[in-house]
């Protein structure tokens, strides 16, 4: 089956690369370095979009993240449909449904973007169901944050803070936040391409991925500590969680807002199951997996 993914340099695309190189005929694409205008999708089968602006702590314009999330996304999937692919995997982000809340959200959760990152990609998710008839399916996965080796960002200041500093002040922080190890989200859309090969699909598919349980940022801590095996003291602070919601609010969300997720009907529809713990997630985020 050939497939063409987007996105291949960044770490899932890396993955995805290296786990399903021997059952897929990747062929990859970059809106960076190649012309949508000369690319050939003819004998495309299946494309998966994972190339995209994401959430930029700087800040980004609102025509930036349109013209990447949703122009550059609705140019590559008329070209696949106007050429005879079957299927369109879009990487989406539970960003479409707000900011963080103590509900969980589901497959079905109302919509209610916050910030110009998720009002992009619900935007994007709109315009390509559009396109969809019976021989072009969409299918949308929604992911929380997703970790694994290699990954940047605010994981990645976790667990450089873990090496360095043995006592920290996050402890007995209760929250609850869903989150997708990158094997697991691989495996998600294996499933996804095989579905529909296999018994095709309705309209509006909408996949909701997510590792079997949530973390607390204290037991996040706690694991990755482990898998550095380092020894670590987490303490509880008076004062220090007002003093962070004040100071820096932004940094207090990520620390003690809670995201939480049931993916429950998408287990079900695929007859799902993680192929790893949150645990084996953390330990070969640390470690590495041999792919």
């Known amino acids: 089956m050939k497939l063409l993914l987007t996105g291949s340099n960044g770490f899932v695309g890396s993955y995805f690369i290296n786990k399903y190189k021997d059952k897929y005929d990747i062929q990859k694409f970059s809106f960076l370095n190649d012309d949508i205008n000369s690319l050939d999708c003819s004998d495309v089968d299946a494309v998966f979009h994972l190339a995209a602006l994401v959430h930029q702590m700087g800040g980004a314009s609102a025509e930036e993240y349109e013209r990447v999330n949703v122009t550059q996304t609705l140019e590559l999937a008329k070209k696949a449909k106007n050429s005879g692919a079957g299927q369109f995997v879009f990487m989406s982000t539970v960003k479409v449904y707000g900011e963080e809340t103590t509900a969980k959200y589901t497959e079905n959760s109302t919509c209610v973007p916050e910030d110009e990152y998720g009002k992009s990609k619900l935007r994007a998710e709109l315009e390509l169901q559009k396109l969809e008839d019976e021989t072009f399916k969409v299918s949308i996965i929604r992911t929380p944050i997703v970790y694994g080796y290699g990954v940047k960002a605010n994981i990645k200041n976790f667990v450089n803070l873990v090496k360095k500093v043995p006592l920290l ?116 985020m640390i470690r590495g997996e041999n792919i």
Do not use: W
């Not at 909701?208 to 204290?218: G, Q």
């Not at 007002?242 to 932004?250: E, N, Y």
């Not at 003690?256 to 949150?278: F, H, I, M, R, W």
């Open 169 to 284: 002040p996050f402890g007995r922080i209760k929250n609850r936040r869903s989150m997708v190890y990158v094997g697991n989200l691989c495996h998600l859309v294996d499933e996804v391409i095989g579905f529909q090969i296999k018994f095709g699909m309705t309209k509006g598919n909408v996949f909701l991925a997510s590792d079997d349980e949530p973390l607390s940022t204290s037991k996040l801590i706690e694991l990755i500590a482990k898998s550095l095996d380092k020894k670590i003291y987490l303490v509880k602070i008076p004062f220090f969680e007002s003093l962070l919601k004040l100071l820096k609010p932004s940094f207090h969300k990520r620390l003690y807002g809670s995201l939480e997720v049931d993916n429950t009907a998408t287990k079900q529809k695929l007859n799902l199951s993680n192929p790893y713990s949150v645990e084996d997630g953390i330990r070969l």
